[in-house]
């Protein structure tokens, strides 16, 4: 399919890496929940099929010719979907682990609420199981952090599950967190004074493959994200002292 | 204390040589390659004046050690020295990942306009 963007255009963004065994049933399913809306693979430089999975499968691959980390592969998505002229990105997973029988709730909500960002939240819906003690952990801190700063409670501030209109788009792909971008990525817009939303979505096991965060890789995501809100923060009060 | 000014001074030129050898060589920019030299030469400097370190140390609190005064330096030159290529890095990393995605975006639109002009031309 060409991608073709335009007014009222939406784009589904697919970061992938190393996701050959279920980047391509993530295609066929949104596919089949949504089957007018292109969908475009960023492979971030897989060593496996993925590219090939995805391109089977009729998805539009974006292949980044150096690995970037998530951060970097969804921003060169946001980035190509900005230059086309697309109006709303809806971005999920490629391990499987996003429902897309949720993306038209997400994009209803973007379409309708006029806020620049629409999360997917898993705490929305009753049976929210889907999340490791660890993680659990690190998003009721998250949530803490984040209040104050947001200025109204956010349930998934990890979520990767996110639609986005075009206002948001143009400033994430200028800036946009390299690594774990979710919860700065919140941040960042609230810099803007834009708005979020969340609708319930649901998680599922992943299809295939482990996931890589350990304890001590959770260490390092806390501080590394603290950092991050900590250095927004500091951004934001500098542009309310300059005006 | 002489000891340690010599190998400090011993150890300055074998920055500077080592420096201009890889200047030579070009494995070092001239712009990256200023600092260093800088440091190693004011280092040499220090290790061989005697009354200037003795001043220095002075400044720092060291009067009657100027040897600690001079390890001190090298310290806090290292740290110097660390922090601004680390800034320099982080620089080249933001570069990197704008030109990855920018080669990315333009090859994903040459691709689309070569299949484009491919399916034109065979219709």
Redesign the interface.
Known sequence: M??AGGPGAVLIIVPAYNEEAAVGSVVTEIRTVVPGIPILVVDDCSEDSTITAARMMGA?V?????H?GLG?AV??GY??AF?LGYEYVIRLDGDGQHDPRDIPAVLDALRSSGCEMVIGSRYLLEDSNHTSFLRSLGIRFFRLILRPILGKPVLDPTSGFVGVNRAALQVFSKSFP?EYPEIEALVVLKRRAFRFLEVPCRVRPRVAGKSTITPLKSVYFVIHVLMGVFVNILKFERRRWRR | MEPLLNAIGLASLAVIALVLLSLRRAHIRVEYSVSWLGAAVALLVLSRWRSLLERVGGWLGLRDDPASALVLLIIVVLFVLSYRFSIIISRLKDA??AL??R???L???VR?LD??QQADSSS
């Open positions: 060409t991608l539009d974006l292949p980044l010719p150096y970037l970097g921003q060169a980035k190509l230059e390299l | 990197n990942v990855t995605q080669i990315a975006v090859e994903f639109r689309t299949e484009k």
